[in-house]
Every structure is written in C-alpha cells, then in structure tokens.
C-alpha cells in the first residue's frame, strides 16, 4: 500500500488532505511531482481526484486493475478513475441517487479520457445479458463517432474536443446499462471554415480523404489529398504523427453501423462531410458593368457537383450563395451580394451544414442508446451522467468561442465550489460537529459579469446583434465599456492603465478569470453570435433530396416568424439547463491536469501546473476539506482498517462501532482535541495522528504477517504431512495386501506341494499316477541333482549313487554314458606313446594276469620303450644288423643267458626289433632269431624272471642263418613281463606265450637234439639257478 512507512517519503500522500502542511502550494505541488515521478498519476483531495496526463500509456487500466476496484471500498485501494467510477456506481446502486461526474481541467489535461476509461470500467464490470451487451458497445462505439466529428488537433491537444459532452448512462434496477443519452454543448463550428496555424479541421475530413476506398472517393469527388481543399489547409498541418487517420476512418465506419447507420445513410452522411469540402473550394469573381461589384461563382462545375452532393437544386443554390432575399413592402426581393459577403454566405453555409449535420449525428446516437422500455421500467432507471466539457483554453487570439469555452468552466468552477463546499457543510451538519467556515475565491463575481441580465456581457453582445441601426464588433466593445466598464474582473485597451494597454489590443477585451487573464478578440464576436445564415440558402437546404440534410434544415424553421435566439444566449441556457442537470444528482469530480505544453511524457512544468492547480482552486479544494478535519471515516471502515491495533477490538468488537472506535482511539492514545466522534464517521484533525496510528497498524501488520504466516505455514505443513501420511498409509496397505496374498498363495503352493509329497510318498511303490507323479518326479530330479554333483571323477572311480526305484534304468543308462564319455574323454587325452604302453600294457594283462606271480608288481610300472641306450651297444653290433633291423630296432633290455651245457649265467644284452630278436654279447651278435623261427615262448607262473624262446629250424635257411641256428634260448631278465609282452607283440606271437603252470619247462637247446628241462620250485628266500644233479636246469623261486 502507498500509505506504508518507507513508501510515504518516495510517493507522497494519496489523499492532499493528509499533507501536514496543507496550506502550502509548496508542498502541494511536491507531493504531485513525487507522485507523478512514480508513475501515481491519480491522487484523491477527499473524495476529489485529481488526475495528471502521464502522455504515455500506463498499464493501469486492464482487467486485473478492473478487478481490483470493483466494490471496492473507495479510500480502501489507491486512488484511480475506477474507483470514482466505482464508487459512483455504488452510490448509485445502494442510495438509488442519480450521479454524475464531472471531468473538468483545461485542454489536454485528459479529460476525455478520463471519460472514456469511466466507460470502459462500466462496460466491463456491469452486469450483461445480449441486449445489454449491445448497448455497452453502443456506448462504446458512440466515441470514436462523435471525435471524428467533434475533436480536432488544435495547439494545445491533438484529440481536442471541440465541443462539450455531456453523457447519460442509464442502468436498470439491476444495475446493468440498458441506455444512454448524449448533450452536446456549442460546436466549434469556426473551425469548419477556419483553423489557426498547427490546427486542423475535424478529424472526419482527413479520416475520409486518408481512408475512403477510391470508389468512394471518385462518388465524392474527391481528391486522396487534403491539401486541395482550402478548409483543409489554412493550418498548415494536414498530417500529424500521433494520429492515424486510416485506422481510425476504419473505426468510425464500423461505429457507424453498429450505432444503426445503413449503408445509404453513410453515402449520405459522407456527401455531405464531401459537399463541406467542396463548398470551402468555391471560389467569387466581382462582376463588372451593369453587375459591377456583385459576386459570382468562378468554378460552376464545382457547383454542379455540390448540388448533387447536397442533393438540391445547382441553379438554386448558385443564386442562394451570390444573393440574399430581402422583403420590402411586403415584397421578396433577391439582392445580390458582392464577392465578401458572399464568401461569408459560404462560411456560414458550411457551419451550418456541418454543425447541423453533427446535431444530427447526437440525435442519431441517442436514438440508438435509447432505452426503449415501459414507462415504469425507464422510471425505475438510474443514471450516471459523465460531463466532458471542453477545457479551460487560451490561444493566441482568443475569439467568441474561447469566450463560450471559458464561461463554461467558470460556470462549472462555480458549481463545483458550491457543491464541495456545500456537501462538507451537509456533512458535518449530518454528523453533528460544528462547521468553521472557510474563506474561499468565488467566481460567481465572474459567472455574473458574463451572465447577469442586462449588465452581463452576453446581454450586450446580444443587444448589439440586434440593435437596429449600424452595429459591428467595436460599437459591442463600446457598449460593453459602457455596460461594465470599471468591473474588477474586465479591462479594455481604453479603460486599462498604461501598463496593462501594452499588453492589449484596442480589439480585445480581458476577462479576469478564475482560471487566469485572457484577452478576447471582438473581430468576429457578432457574427458568431448570430450565427447567420441566409433565409434564401436555409430555403435551398430545406429543398434537398439528401434526408440528413432535409431533417436538419427543417421548413418549420422558415415559418417561425420569431427572431432567433443568439449563440451566446442559446449557450446560457443550455449551461443552466446542465448545471441544473447536475445539482440534481450527486456529483464526483476529477480534476485533471496538464504536466507540460509538450505533450511529452515524463515532462512535470512546475509553473504550468502550479497555474492549473491554482485555477482549479485544488488548494481551495483542500482547506474547505480540511476546514476542521483532515480525515474522515465511517466508525465501520476505521474500526475494521485500525481494530488490530487494541487488544480489545482485535480480533472482532462485538459492541457498538462507536464504542469501538471510541475504546480504539483511547488505546491509541488519541487527545480529545485530535479527534471527533460524529454520528456515523470519526473526525481526525491532523494527519500526524493518523500517520501515527498507520505507521503503526504498519508495525503491527508485520507482527501480525509473522503470526498468520507461523499459522499458515503450520497448517499448510500438517496438512500436507497429513497428506503424505494418508499416502503412506494408503500405500502400505496396498503393499501389506500384496504382501500378505503372495505370503497366502506361497503358503497354499506349500502345503498343496506337500500334500502331493506325502501322498505320493504314500504311493511311491505303485505304477506312476496323479497321486505319485509329483513325487516321483521330484525324487527323480533329486537324484539327478544329487547325481550332477557327485559323478564319477574318472574311470577307475566306481562310485555311483544309488537311485531310486523308478530311475533305477536310467541310472544304469546313465552310469554307462558316464563311464563312456570318460572313457572316451580320457582316450582322446592320452599321448600315442602312453596309448602304446596301454595297448602293451594289455597285451601284458591278457597274457599274463592271474597267471604268473610277478605280474602284479609289474601293472603299476609302465613300460619303456628301452632299458639300454644305443650308446651302450657297440655300433658294430648295429652294423651287423640289416638295415631293415636297425631302422626297426625297437627294444633293447639286459638278460642272462644260460648256456647250453652247463647253464652258467652269461650276461647279454637282447635286441627286439621289428622282425627279429638279436642276442649280444658286449656288443658282439651272438644270436640272431628271427620272428618267423621263433615257435613260442614259456614262461614259470612264479616271481621269477626266466623265459624260453622256442626257436624253430627252416629248411629253407640260408647259410648265414644255419649258422646262427642254436637251438632254444633260457634268458632271465629283471623286466620279464615287459621284454616278454613287446616280444609277443613284435613277433606277433601273443597267443603263443605259454605261462608254464606246471613248474616245469621243456625245451630244446640245440637243433635238432635232445629236450632239456628247467624245473621250478618256490622253497628259499632267494632266486637261485643251476644245473641240478638230474642234469636240468633248477630254478629256486623265492615267495611272495
Ligand atoms: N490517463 C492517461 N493515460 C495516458 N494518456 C493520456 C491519459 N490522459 C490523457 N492522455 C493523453 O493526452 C491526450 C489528451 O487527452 P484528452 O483528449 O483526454 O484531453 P482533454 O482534456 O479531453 O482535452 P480537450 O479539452 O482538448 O478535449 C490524449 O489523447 C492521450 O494521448
Ligand atoms: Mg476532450
């Protein structure tokens, strides 16, 4: 809020009446400055708002605003042109009282867009139904019409109005806009024919030569350019920057047709704005001769061209521009005009034309806005007037208009004084508190100079305008010198004192206004106030097609034998008949103000606005609202703005309010010379109290702030705690329901499977059905589990699980595949070498296992490939050898041979190659036996290593061979099995191999002779053998 403790200083107050000082202009004037530094553009004298032109758009005024202020209690947000709209509108409503408001401030200062926003508010907060939707646009469409035809760019303001407005919106007993109706005040017609320098015309003529499409154009024949038409270029100033004429032509057309306009009314309405252009184009030639001095048209096309615009008679109307009718003895005669009078003709024409035509236009807006309900509905209407008058204006040279324009606002000045100052004095009447009086500058003084019958200056003028005999501008500022001469408030170059009369022309007159001297240039004074327009050319008009024109040139007008009334009093009577308008209802004012000549944003001229605060008596304003007290409210609003701060209104006062406020000021500490305590409000004298008690409702609002935000925060975090609470519950349980369902099915799984167990445990024996399958499958899975971790490492590993009856098949596939694929796997592993030695090793068990006693010993122990190296053996030895046996040499072991005859050990070494057993003796052949001659060979079963080889003697040998023909050969050897396995191998003689169970071994040791014996037997502890007595060969072999 702006009122806050820091903000004060930066912003200012938002109401003047709380400035301490508040009699100084001084502080005044700083107070608006900081305000309008800050953007604060609007601030309150009471209930006064004044408003200073930002000249740049504030976003101040859109729907978020309109919320804000909408029955809002009107001190309770800041000051703003929708709280005054609002307020209005409430009174409106709960008093059922007709308001008005009126918007005054000098030209420029934002009055009508003031109005415009209180519209704008209005249309957008009332209530709506289709009917009333349509007249809120109505009201909102009947601007952009009534500015083009009534607002110009003038010095001063480049949307000036140029006439005053004053607009009725009606509302019905619920409160929604159901109509309206416009006043328009005194047209600046002059402005048709005429415009100062930097000035237009009315915006209409610019918008319909920028925006009209050329077919248009061409039916008007008119030209895309202002500067052909002479009413259009005497300011010098047919573009400016600000305002765009196309868009706004946009504008106006579619206002047009929603207020009702058909599209040939438009055509007609727009021949005419045409036809004012090309009257101000028609130009006067002085005729010579027998005519000499008399006017006539110089461009008759143009004539033509008019009269079908204006829809009358060319031939008619060339007559009626060029002459006048006068009546002698009872007799019409035409008297020709000369070139300047009939230049004045044309003038007057054209204004009439226009000012008639924009009359029309009012007319035809409020027959738009009309509410057209039964007697009693229209009766039970309220209505808020808003009054937009033309400002307070001075020019350069100031003519009858300013003069109208000014005694207008001085009027209203008048009224404003008067109703302020009455409604203070009514109101501390109505609360019972004494009222001190005021001193204040009344304007009725002035209001009365210009008004007051005969004295008055508009009784003058209008005496002059119809005095008979020779009258002109000067005899009127003649007789005014006489009439009125010696008045405070009037000064003429004669009556002036030296020092003034620099400063004035002899034509001028000043008038001492409430707002500020101004000097009135008197050139003109008459005419305007007569407003003449020839009866020959009021004729013509009333003869024309175009049905406008015919409505506002009425024939009843030409049968009025009276004379008609004069400018000045017609306007008299209309500002009565408004300011009688206006006291009947309840006024609220702003007050706007202009802050620079510029119009340039940010700009704040200290003098400029100092002269307009000082005019529009705001000072005034200010100490009659402060006659006694500053601030005022009702017990209601203070109690409930302030009850905070008294422990005992706060948090609700249940008594009286007057006691409340009574128990709330005493708490605070309040004099009993600060305050009063009316009927309804409580009365503050100084605004330091009232500061007093806001700073400190500020101190207290950040206590307060702090508890309810402690308070919020708590509820704000339990109540979320208890959300998230509620969630978790919600979730456990959900998740407990799971939970417990798959814990229920898991037990039910459980037990069925355990029922299956038992029951196929019960059935295990019998042929696999429903009852037993379960169990049966799971006996068998367990045993192939059991089984896949305790197979049979290798081959010699015989263990195996047992497995149950009804995989007992299986379990012996199994066993087999197992005992299989190991074998398998192992053989693929092992070296030829080692299969070798397995394969002799084989060879060995077939022949010898459990069949001689040292085989045992000799089945851990692998065979060698040889127990000699070659080294061992003399090479000669080899070279004996043929070459095939030395390539095939394959075994070579050390034996003992016994010999023939006496069996006496003889050390050998014996050589087994691929086709023959060749015995050496310390590297000499000594014999050589081949496989083919090699019958068997015996051996004891005993631990001994004795053998026979049983060699047979070929008849086909050859010599060589019969040589080494020796018979049996009795070997011993320490590696019997081996030598005696590879030997069966070589020679192929494996089934040949005879192990001797009987203890006894015949052979024969020469070829061909006798057979020898080698007898076995197990007494003693040591292998002894030798030749026995019986001749053979005794083997004592010792036990195992
Ligand atoms: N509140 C505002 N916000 C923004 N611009 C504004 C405001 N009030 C006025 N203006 C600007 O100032 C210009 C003049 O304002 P406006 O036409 O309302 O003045 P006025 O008092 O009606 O003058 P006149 O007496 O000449 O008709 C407007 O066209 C607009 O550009
Ligand atoms: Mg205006």
Redo the contacts with the bound molecule.
Sequence with gaps: MEWSLTARDRVGVQDFVLLENHTSEEAFMENLHKRFKENL?YTYIGPVLV?V??????DIYDEEHTERYRGVNFYEAPPHVFAVADNAYRSMRTEGRDQCVLIS??????????SR?MVQYYAATCPASDKVRTVKERLLQSNPILEAFG?AK?L??????RFGKYMDVQFDFKGAPVGGHVLHYLLEKSRVVHQSHGERNFHVFYQLLEGGDDELLGRLGLERNPGQYRFLVKGNCCTVHSIDDRREWKAVRTALSMVGSGDNEVEELLSIVAGVLHLGNLQYGEGTGRRGGNAYVTNDTLVTYLARLLGVNGALLTEALTHKKIVARGEELMSPLNPEQASSARDALSKAVYGRTFTWLVDKINASLAYNADVNARENCSVIGLL?I??FEVFKRNSFEQFCINYCNEKLQQLFIELTLRSEQEEYEAEGIAWEPVHFFDNRVICDLVEQKFRGIISVLDEECLRPGHTDDFTFLEKLEDAVGGHAHLVTHRLADSETRKSMGRHEFRLRHYAGDVDYDVNGFLDSNKDLLFRSLKEVMCTSENKILRRCFDREELMDKRRPETSAVQFKASLARLTEILASKEPSYIR?IKPNDS?QAWRFNQALVSHQVQYLGLMENVRVRRAGFAYRRSYEVFLQRYKSLCPDTWPHWRGKLTDGVSTLVKHLGYKPDEYKLGRTKVFIRSPKTLFATEDALETRKHGLAAKLQAGWRGHSQKSKYQKLRNFAIEIQTWWRGILARRRAHHRRQAADTLRRFVKGFVYRREPQCPDNEYFLDYVRHQFLVKLCGNLPRNVLDKSWPTPPTALAEASELLRELCVRNMARTYCDRISPERKNQLEQKAVASEIFRNKKDNYLQSVAKLFVGTRLNKVQIKTKVFQALSDSERMNEKYLVPVVKYDRRGYRPRPRQLILTANSAVILESGKLKQHIDYRDLTGVSVSSLNDGLFVLHVASRSSDDNKQKKNKKGDVVLSCEYVIETVTKLAIYADKINHVNVNQEGRITFTPAAPGKEAVIDFTTAGSQLLVAKAKNGHLSVTVPQC
């Design positions: 553009i408003s032109n930002p000249y740049r758009h504030l401030g000098e030209s420029g200062a934002g009055k009508t867009e003031a926003r607002n003038t001063h303001n480049d949307n000036s109005s937009d033309y400002g706007c119009k």
